[in-house]
Each structure stands twice: as C-alpha cells, then as structure tokens.
C-alpha cells in the first residue's frame, strides 16, 4: 500500500519561505510521475507542480513559477516543495500525490492514484 506523509506546513507572513516534504513508502518513485497539488477553500484543487514518470522533467503551474520548486530524493523516497515569496493568495492545504506507472504527468487531479493527507499552509499579509 502506498503511503504519502506531508509535512513543513505552518502560518508565514508575507513574502516568507516554506519548504514541504513528502515521504512516500510502499513503492518506488521510478515510473511513476509524482506532483503537488493545492486546494483553497470554496475552491477546486489545482496542480502545483510535477515530476513527470522518469523524474528528469519538472512542470510548474505558470502562475508560481519561479517562486516554487519542486526537488526529490530518490534514495529517500522523498519529494520537496520549495516556496519563497509566499502571498496570502498561496494559502490552501497542499497535497503531495503520485500518478499511475508510466502515466504522463497532467494538471487533473483525477489522474492520479495515491494522495496524502495534506499539509496546511496559512500565508499572513
């Protein structure tokens, strides 16, 4: 069974930095395309950003590029989510998830197979 366990979030202030970690068990990172999502609430969930299934390609919503990276650890089977210059507008709970086995790396949530739990992020203005 796969498991998505996030951590780093926390309330910030503006302009602030957060890096978010997601450790993963029960299965390789190799062939699967692994990503970050974010939801607000009232509103619906929305891709971050991605590895896609052989972890040499990072894609990014055009919105946070720039202010977001995403990196990985195979040996750790971890993925990471840099975030500097936070606004009040990155505020949501964000999701680490990983995608089905050679399956492209795609902005639709409903792709993906596993998720964690969440891990809230509070920007402060």
């Known amino acids: 069974q796969v498991q998505l366990v996030e951590s780093g979030g926390r309330l910030v202030q503006a302009g602030g930095s957060l890096r978010l970690s997601c450790a993963a068990s029960g299965r390789t990172f190799s062939g699967y395309p692994m990503g970050w999502f974010r939801q607000a609430p009232g509103k619906e969930r929305e891709f971050v950003a991605g590895?896609?299934?052989?972890?040499?390609?990072?894609y990014y919503a055009d919105s946070l590029k720039g202010r977001f990276t995403i990196s990985r650890d195979n040996r750790k089977n971890m993925v990471y989510l840099q975030m500097n210059s936070l606004k009040p507008a990155d505020t949501a709970v964000y999701y680490c998830t990983q995608g089905r086995l050679g399956a492209p790396i795609t902005r639709n949530w409903y792709e993906y197979e596993y998720w964690g739990q969440g891990t809230q992020v509070t920007v402060s203005s």
């Open positions: 590895f896609n299934w052989s972890g040499d390609s990072t």
